[in-house]
Structures are given as C-alpha cells and as structure tokens.
Nanobody
C-alpha cells in the first residue's frame, strides 16, 4: 500500500518559517502530481499548493501565494512546502496528497488525489 509520510510541522511564531516534507518510501516511480492541503479545527480540508511532477508547474491557493513555495526532489520522490511569513490563520494539520494520473476533478479538490498522508500539525502563535 502506498504511504506518504509528512514531517517538519511544529510551533512557530507569526512571521516565522517552516518547511514541510512529504516522502513516499519505497516508491520507485513518480506521481503525476503531489500537493498539500490543510485542515483547521472545525473547518473543511482546503487546498494549499500542488506541483506537476514532470514539468514542475505549480499552483497555489490565493491565501498562501507569495508566502509558500512547493518544490520537489526527483531523486527522492519527495515534495516540500516552504512556508514563510506564517500567520495564525495558517494553523492546522497539513496533509500531503498524490495522484497517479491526471484527474477529472479540479486540482484543488480532495477527490483529485489518490493517496494521502496522516498529516503534520502546524501551529502559528500570534
């Protein structure tokens, strides 16, 4: 069974930075795309960013554009989320997601992804 493993979450003050990682141990071939979603308490899971594995094209939610950067490591089949200028409203559990092929669903929808990690907590204090 495919497993995605996130790491890098933690507690940071507003204005600080964190880098999240998502690895696929044992995966020997790349996905079509990988992305990040987040979920705050009492709210639905929302799209943050995604990257097309082969070409490197990226997409971001408007709330994080200019502050967050998603990038990948070909050799490690790992995707990263560099988060700068963090705000308290960025607090939540961050989930890594991956799709094996291009989905009929829009990339910002959870249904566009086949595989999910268990999540890593990010807490931004004011």
């Amino acid at each position: 069974q495919v497993q995605l493993v996130e790491s890098g979450g933690g507690l940071v003050q507003a204005g600080g930075s964190l880098t999240l990682s998502c690895a696929a141990p044992g995966r020997t071939f790349s996905y079509y795309s990988m992305g990040w979603f987040r979920q705050a308490p009492g709210k639905e899971r929302e799209f943050v960013a995604r990257i097309i594995w082969s070409g490197g094209n990226t997409d971001y939610a408007s709330t994080v554009k200019g502050r967050f950067t998603i990038f990948r490591d070909f050799g490690k089949t790992t995707v990263y989320l560099q988060m700068n200028s963090l705000k308290p409203e960025d607090t939540g559990v961050y989930y890594c997601a991956a799709s094996s092929s291009r989905s009929l669903f829009p990339y910002a929808r959870t249904m566009a992804y086949d595989y999910w990690g268990l999540g890593t907590q990010v807490t931004v204090s004011s």
